[in-house]
């Protein structure tokens, strides 16, 4: 659609769809157009409660001083398709055996096909005290709109000290970014001479540095020039911001425990994630609450009129806007040629990407696929740090994301076909 043409919710009186979408961000927007574009006589509804749709890859460059935030926001209404309805509600209950939602104004909806595209809970409030002490006393975290320039403003003012950053066990919204905003925070030290006046840690969940073994090296080389202690198998369970001190549960070998206590004068959080209460608790689940989805295409195994894309579903791909825009374009043709009773024509390969911010200018850029197999889309050396990276993330993704992503125009997102994967 053009930038000038802004969507409208539609009266909470609509009943029926022939194609519901749960959620209006990267995941739901782009299988949106993507669906658009290839049948514009399909109604399509987009349910979401949020007035405004995030960029949110740029957060990690807001809190480094690298992007405008006021860049990363805009109207939900800017951003919904074209022809696409719009219910500014939540849903609260899902009836796959009725082919019917539950929306938060107490209406049912009902469907020929459902989209799961929810994102990801950020579960905040698992972690002791952390909530009341975000935004102040030195807690930030690059995982929100609000608190990202407030990393910036920790950073760019630390004059030396602990300086702690976390991350959860996994699965999360672009596993890469919690060392990102470290490694950008520790070389803006370099630049202003603090750096040997501070101690970093690096507090993680996970028994490695990164899932995918190949791009370790070239991590763990700025792990050394920044001399950050890496600390796996540590939980942040506590945060006392008064007191400035972040409680650790650490694990040895034999999965026993202790909890140690850290001071710090910077502490970056990233949260605990899950699916959506409402998707854990719903008959579309797996165990572990994921919209449950067949790895190759992405519909619902038990509920064949649902299909899932985006961080919310049980595929064991890295969860990243890159992921989305592959998958936006295997669930809208599979979808169309399940409405048409024909077999699936395409497959998901687990394509994600990463760019691993290390320094000012320069990105450890990891693509990879299911099993962390490498799947490299772009001429660049993606197991070193290279200024090309850099510029792809701050320059060229946000204008691929807005214009091309959203708008449903495929770049570089053809998945492969089933025996060619």
Not at 46 to 61: E, F, K, N, R, S
Not at 261 to 285: E, G, I, M, N, Y
Request: aromatic content about 10%; overall charge positive.
């Amino acid at each position: 659609m053009s930038s000038d043409v802004t969507a409208t919710p539609v009266p909470s009186s609509q009943s029926s769809a022939d194609i519901v979408i749960m959620g209006g961000g990267a995941a739901g927007i782009s299988v949106a157009a993507s669906l658009r574009r290839r049948r514009p006589s399909l109604t399509i509804t987009i349910v979401d409660p949020a007035d405004t749709h995030y960029y949110q890859p740029a957060w990690t460059l807001v809190g480094a001083g690298e992007f405008d935030p006021a860049r990363t926001a805009r109207p939900m209404a800017s951003v919904i398709p074209e022809g696409v309805n719009w219910i500014q509600a939540a849903i609260t209950a899902f009836a796959p055996e009725r082919s019917q939602i539950l929306l938060s104004n107490g209406r049912p909806l009902t469907y020929r096909y459902l989209i799961v595209a929810p994102g990801l809970q950020l579960n905040w409030e698992a972690i002791d005290g952390l909530t009341d002490t975000l935004g102040r006393n030195g807690v930030t975290s690059n995982y929100r709109f609000d608190l990202a320039p407030y990393t910036w403003s920790l950073v760019r003012e630390f004059k030396g000290g602990n300086a702690l950053f976390t991350q959860p066990p996994m699965p999360i919204k672009c596993a890469g970014a919690p060392q990102k905003a470290m490694y950008l925070s520790a070389d803006t030290w370099r630049q202003h001479g603090v750096l040997d006046k501070s101690q970093i840690e690096f507090h993680l969940v996970a028994p490695a540095l990164f899932g995918v073994k190949e791009y370790v090296p070239a991590l763990m080389t700025y792990v050394k020039r920044y001399g950050i202690s890496l600390n796996h198998l540590s939980h942040l369970r506590a945060v006392d911001g008064e007191r400035r001190v972040a409680r650790f549960e650490i694990f040895d070998a034999d999965g026993q425990s202790q909890f140690v206590d850290k001071p710090f004068d910077l502490l970056h959080v990233v949260p605990p994630q899950s699916a959506p209460d409402v998707l854990r608790a719903s008959p579309l689940a797996d165990a572990a609450g994921w919209c449950e989805v067949d790895h190759a295409t992405l519909r619902h195994p038990r509920h064949a009129n649902v299909f899932g894309l985006g961080d919310a579903i049980s595929a064991p791909n890295a969860k990243t806007a890159a992921a989305a825009r592959k998958q936006a374009v295997v669930v809208a043709e599979n979808l169309l040629a399940a409405m048409d009773g024909r077999p699936l024509p395409l497959h998901y390969d687990g394509y994600g990407a990463c760019p691993l911010t290390v320094e000012h200018g320069k990105i450890v850029l990891a693509e990879f696929g299911y099993g962390g197999k490498l799947l490299p889309t772009l001429p660049i050396d993606g197991t070193r740090a290279t200024r090309a990276a850099w510029m792809l993330k701050k320059y060229v993704l946000p204008k691929v994301y807005w214009d091309y992503m959203l708008r449903g125009r495929e770049w570089l997102a053809r998945p492969s076909r089933p025996g060619h994967r």
